[in-house]
């Protein structure tokens, strides 16, 4: 199947600052990607959507202005967490599709803010 | 609005045994993906299978199968003769293919298979 790269796979960092995890495909033309976090034995639960050139769209719940995400080109996007706090300590997984196809998933980001 | 169930939040197994994860799935849209990933304790997402609604023949690849019963809203997963590196956790998903572009996740089941 498809390759999507996400990095860093795991961060720690300190209460207040911010953290960029990027979601690359690596061999095909993302047009949509999806940014879901996972709590611990917990299902994945979307967080946005983002079509390249656009501005993502947000699920109910979720503070855009904490969780930036940027897709500026067809096999990037990044998620911003900004001012970090420890309830943002979470698993976060990317997913690209091209079109109609499946979805493929990224390695996972495990963040611990302390 | 989609929902999908996975109601086995756990399953132990000895190896070799065969073991049947069920997944139910409730849609209004009349055509639909079904999807089954497994995600080991590393983290990853490992895509297993894609299965379009039309699409009710079962399927089999390798120690993997998959039965869809369209009639029950079901897309039972069966691993034959378990071993240790199929223990994950394993998520069912639903996708319409009309619009939109969220995948609904069950809640997952983890496998786990003992010596």
């Known amino acids: 199947g498809a390759v999507v790269s996400q990095h860093p796979s795991r961060v720690i960092c300190k209460s207040g600052t911010s953290v960029k995890i990027e979601c690359r495909s690596l061999d095909f033309q993302a047009t949509t990607m999806f940014w879901y976090r996972q709590f611990p034995k917990q299902s994945l639960m979307l967080m946005a959507t983002s079509n390249e050139g656009s501005k993502a769209t947000y699920e109910q719940g979720v503070e855009k202005d904490k969780f930036l995400i940027n897709h500026a080109s067809l096999t990037l996007s990044t998620l911003t967490v900004t001012s970090a706090h420890p309830e943002d300590s979470s698993f976060y997984i990317c997913?690209?599709?091209?079109?109609?196809?499946?979805?493929?998933f990224g390695q996972g980001t495990r963040l611990t803010v302390v | 609005a989609q929902k999908v169930t996975q109601a086995q939040t756990e399953i132990s197994v000895v190896e070799k045994e065969d073991v049947t994860l069920d997944c139910v799935y409730e849609?209004?849209?009349?055509?639909?993906?079904l999807f089954w990933y497994k995600q080991p304790p590393s983290g990853e997402l490992v895509f297993l299978i894609r299965r379009n609604s039309f699409d009710e023949q079962n399927e089999i690849s390798g120690r993997y199968s998959w039965n869809f019963q369209k009639s029950t809203s079901s897309f039972n997963f069966t691993i034959t003769a378990s071993q240790v590196v199929d223990s994950a956790v394993y998520f069912c998903?639903?996708?319409?293919?009309?619009?939109?572009?969220?995948?609904?996740f069950g809640t997952g089941t983890q496998l786990k298979v003992e010596l």
């Open positions: 997913s690209a599709r091209q079109g109609r196809s499946e979805a493929f």
């Open positions: 998903a639903l996708i319409p293919t009309g619009g939109g572009n969220k995948l609904t």
């Open positions: 849609t209004r849209d009349t055509t639909y993906y």
